[in-house]
């Protein structure tokens, strides 16, 4: 049992409610799982300065000035670090993988937990409630965000094994439930060459994804292509910066509901989540069908 939420905002007027819509949504999930948590934000000018890519990462054994100086010196241009909870976000005006490669040189072992333009991952071991409070998540703003609360059934509780696995550019994945034939797949993917950070399951999901939409795949083609791939029991939430994505298995036993208005599409294991949305009174609330792929973006909206 996990807890999965996501807020996709179609009204810019929202946009300076974004973490104070997310922070509400993430902690009504406490419940579902206390053993850590974590949040993918698109959009937080303050995290993400304009005009930067940023790289969120975890263990580094450094603080963040001498995280800063050191990939400074390394890329001879300015950047700026932002510490927030156990996450340094570090951004800079390069190509996004030469900073990842970069932090990597200065910080081996640290793990990178995210990347991308517009995109700052914040993941801690503890109480929902109080990462959220730590990360100062309801101050936040921008267009879309996602969240979980896990209750450790794959993998270790640790930073590295918490959701969102944000391992494409710019992208992220949440998930509810078990994958019974990950193994497989894993060793599948590794003999492509992919690399992993963890031995959790839900990681595996999210590889698959990544490399799915590497090859071009758009997020929805990525989770259907998903959907027919993987055996088990759960429900998904995938996001890139323009776009977000659900979808439950054929038996859909994990829970999930759907809310939308004209300003913004809502997405969470339980209804509870969002009762403090603005005009909740008069969403359409719908509980997502069984492997069928609800999608937004923010050019348009559809379902296939």
């Known amino acids: 049992?996990?807890?999965?939420?996501?807020?996709?905002?179609?009204?810019?007027?929202?946009?300076?409610?974004?973490?104070?819509?997310l922070?509400?949504?993430?902690?009504?999930?406490?419940?579902?799982?206390?053993?850590?948590?974590?949040?993918?934000?698109?959009g937080?000018?303050?995290?993400?300065?304009?005009?930067?890519?940023?790289?969120?990462?975890?263990?580094?054994?450094?603080?963040?000035?001498?995280?800063?100086?050191a990939v400074t010196a390394r890329l001879g241009t300015s950047v700026s670090i932002a510490q927030v909870g156990e996450t340094q976000l570090i951004s800079a005006p390069v190509d996004v993988e030469e900073l990842k490669?970069?932090?990597?040189?200065?910080?081996?072992?640290?793990?990178?937990?995210g990347f991308g333009q517009d995109l700052a991952v914040l993941k801690g071991v503890g109480h929902p409630r109080d990462l959220a409070a730590e990360f100062?998540?309801?101050?936040?703003?921008?267009?879309?965000?996602?969240?979980?609360?896990?209750?450790?059934?794959?993998?270790?509780?640790?930073?590295g094994g918490c959701h969102?696995?944000?391992?494409?550019?710019g992208q992220c994945m949440v998930h509810n439930g078990s994958f019974s034939n990950h193994a497989t797949l894993r060793r599948e993917l590794i003999r492509d060459g992919v690399t992993f950070d963890s031995e959790n399951d839900t990681e595996v999901g999210a590889r698959y994804i990544a490399e799915q939409m590497r090859r071009g795949a758009t997020v929805e083609e990525a989770v259907h292509s998903l959907s027919e791939e993987?055996?088990?029991?759960?429900?998904?939430?995938?996001?890139?910066?323009?776009?977000?994505?659900?979808?439950?298995?054929?038996?859909?036993?994990?829970?999930?509901?759907?809310?939308?208005t004209e300003d913004w599409v809502?997405?969470?294991?339980?209804?509870?989540?969002?009762?403090?949305?603005?005009?909740?009174?008069?969403?359409?609330?719908?509980?997502?069908?069984p492997n069928r792929i609800y999608a937004w973006s923010r050019k348009e909206v559809s379902a296939a």
Not at 147 to 155: I, K, L, P, V, Y
């Open 1 to 21: 049992m996990c807890g999965i939420v996501g807020l996709h905002l179609r009204n810019p007027d929202l946009y300076p409610r974004l973490g104070e819509m």
């Open 23 to 42: 922070s509400s949504m993430l902690c009504e999930m406490e419940e579902r799982g206390a053993d850590s948590a974590g949040v993918a934000v698109y």
């Open 44 to 69: 937080d000018p303050q995290w993400c300065p304009p005009g930067t890519v940023t790289v969120s990462v975890l263990e580094s054994q450094q603080s963040s000035l001498e995280l800063s100086t």
């Open 101 to 113: 490669q970069t932090i990597r040189d200065v910080a081996p072992g640290s793990l990178v937990a």
């Open 136 to 159: 100062g998540l309801a101050s936040a703003q921008g267009w879309q965000g996602v969240g979980h609360t896990r209750m450790a059934t794959e993998s270790a509780v640790t930073p």
């Open 164 to 169: 969102p696995y944000a391992v494409g550019d």
């Open 230 to 260: 993987f055996d088990g029991f759960y429900t998904l939430l995938v996001s890139n910066r323009d776009s977000f994505a659900v979808v439950r298995d054929a038996i859909a036993c994990k829970p999930a509901v759907i809310a939308e």
């Open 266 to 289: 809502a997405m969470a294991s339980e209804y509870r989540a969002l009762t403090d949305l603005p005009g909740i009174e008069s969403a359409r609330l719908y509980e997502p069908e």
